[in-house]
Structure formats: structure tokens, C-alpha cells
């Protein structure tokens, strides 16, 4: 059931320490020793003396967007604590919609693991149940911080994620060994209508995921856009003449820290003649409660919730 009754029992603002490695310097391991402070809001249900789930989640390119609110709202509803984090802000960054070359797309998967870090030493925090889940860039770091290659690089030590979930995520990078996952459940939420990241590269990764034996599922919404858990935006689809979009790219880990345009074989920036401009995004209310939904249940099993 979808709760619109507010359940929040206290609001904390933690920092996170972190960095901004390039894509290149994250993919081959470069530490970056400049360190930069973003903050989580941790958001707490209920006050009592059991340790409580927590999940981190990753807001898109547009910043802190409603839907953060509306998950923290629905899955405290559940007796789950989440932890949102602000990415952008710190870094002096407002929205990458227009730039997406503003913050290098894997630095955030740095900020998950260091996320998970600061929530593992808190008190009201059950470390062996923490989730990540993401929306649109967000999603990316949400869905490929369960690779192994990354978390034995990044990841905190003995802390494992109970679930990565991914709504509207882009799927077009293959990187290397990107098919040794986490054991845990990966789930994706898609609108079949989203023309700023397509669906296909995902089907066909969750494809590559599910014949190595993978626990992932894609969810698929018809006539939903891009955002479409998004209760500010209309449900009419709106089209945004100058945001970024690499829907028409298709791009590969040539060789270690090396990203390649697939078809051309030259080094990926945004400026690539692949990038366009003028994706669309709506709210799609039946998308929000059935996805809302699924991720309740997926939640309550995987942290064991009565």
C-alpha cells in the first residue's frame, strides 16, 4: 500500500567524506588524495531500541528532486530509515542535466561506499541491512556499485548491501568484468516510453546478468517516461531542448580506464557527436504505485521485516 500519512520520527544531516576521481582514475584504481565533504540526510522512523534497515538513495541529475522525499515518506511507512545523499551540493554543483561532463559519472559510486561507511558506525543503524537504491545518474552508481571489481577496489571493508535497485537507470556502458556481481538482489524499474535512457542496453544487460547466474529482474512500464516517480513533474511528457542525453551511444571499457565510442572506437566525451539534446520526462502515477509497490516487498523480504 502506498502511505501518504508522514512518518518520519527524526531528520540528521551527517558529512561525507569523499572524492571526485575522473572516470579513468576511478576505473584503474588512482587515489585521488583531494577529499571533498557532501551530506547525507538520514531520515529515522521510528525511535526505539532495535537497530533499523537503512537505504542510501542517490538522487539524478537534477539534484535533490520530490522523489527523494516520496521514497523517504513511503519506505519509512515500512519501518525503514533512509539516507539520502547530496552529491552535488558539496562539490558546488546544482543540476548536470545541461553538463553532464560537471562530475565524473563513476566518482558517485565512491559516494555510495562511503555512504555505507558512515551509516555502519552509527548506532540506530543495522549494518547488515543496507540497501542502495538510485534514480537516473544516481541509478547508474546504485546498479554498478554491485560490481566485485569496484567494491574490492572502493568498498567498505565487511559491509555488504542487502539489494541494489535502479530506477531509470543508463545501461550503455559495458565495463570490464561488469558481469561479477553481487550475490544480492539486483531489480531495475523502466518506463518502455523513456527516450532520455532507453531501455534496451538494459534489457540486454540484465540478459548478460541472468545467464551468470545473477538474482536480477528488470520491471518494465508501459507508456512511462523518464522520471516517472517524480510527483512534481506533469504526466503530459515534457521536452527539455537543452539537456544531455547518450541515448544513441553505445560504450565500451576498451582496456582498463579506457571508454570507448563502440562504433567509432575513440575515446567518449560528452562532446561525441553520439550525445543529443531534448529528452523528455512525466510523472506516471499507475509507474510510482506499482513500482512503489515492488520495492516494499522486495525490501521487506531481503531485511526480513514482519
Known amino acids: 500500500m502506498v502511505s501518504t500519512r508522514p512518518q518520519i520520527a527524526r531528520t540528521e544531516i551527517h558529512p561525507i567524506q569523499t572524492a571526485t576521481p575522473t572516470d579513468q582514475e576511478f576505473l584503474t584504481g588512482i587515489k585521488v588524495t583531494k577529499t571533498t565533504t557532501i551530506a547525507g540526510i538520514f531520515r529515522i522512523p521510528s525511535l526505539g531500541s532495535d537497530r533499523l534497515p537503512v537505504v542510501i538513495l542517490m538522487h539524478g541529475s537534477g539534484g535533490m528532486r520530490p522523489n527523494i522525499d516520496y521514497w523517504s515518506q513511503q519506505l519509512a511507512s515500512s519501518g525503514i530509515a533512509t539516507f539520502a545523499v547530496d552529491y552535488f551540493t558539496g562539490r558546488g554543483i546544482e543540476n548536470t542535466n545541461t553538463d553532464q561532463a560537471k562530475l565524473p559519472v563513476l566518482a558517485e559510486i565512491i559516494d555510495v561506499y562511503n555512504a555505507a561507511s558512515v551509516l555502519g558506525t552509527h548506532p540506530l543503524v543495522d549494518r547488515n541491512r543496507i540497501a542502495v537504491m538510485g534514480f537516473s545518474r544516481g541509478a547508474r552508481a546504485a546498479l554498478y556499485s554491485s560490481l566485485l571489481r569496484f567494491q574490492k577496489m572502493y568498498g567498505p571493508e565487511g559491509l555488504n548491501f542487502s539489494a541494489y535497485i535502479a530506477f531509470y537507470t543508463s545501461c550503455n556502458t559495458r565495463y570490464i568484468e561488469d558481469e561479477m556481481v553481487s550475490e544480492a538482489p539486483i531489480r531495475l524499474f523502466h518506463g518502455t516510453a523513456d527516450d532520455y535512457v532507453p531501455v534496451g542496453p538494459c534489457r540486454s544487460y540484465v540478459e548478460r546478468l541472468r545467464k551468470a547466474g545473477k538474482d536480477v529482474q528488470i520491471t518494465e512500464y508501459a507508456d512511462a517516461h523518464h522520471a516517472f516517480d517524480n510527483p512534481l513533474l506533469e504526466e503530459t511528457p515534457t521536452a527539455f531542448p537543452t539537456w544531455q542525453t547518450t541515448r544513441r551511444c553505445t560504450l565500451v571499457e576498451e582496456t582498463p580506464g579506457r571508454i570507448v565510442n ?40 531481503v531485511f526480513k521485516l514482519n
Open 262 to 301: 563502440a562504433e567509432t572506437k575513440q575515446a567518449f566525451s560528452y562532446a561525441d557527436p553520439c550525445v543529443e539534446l531534448g529528452p523528455h520526462v512525466a510523472y506516471n502515477p499507475i509507474a510510482s504505485s506499482q513500482s512503489t509497490q515492488a520495492v516494499k516487498e522486495l525490501l521487506g523480504r
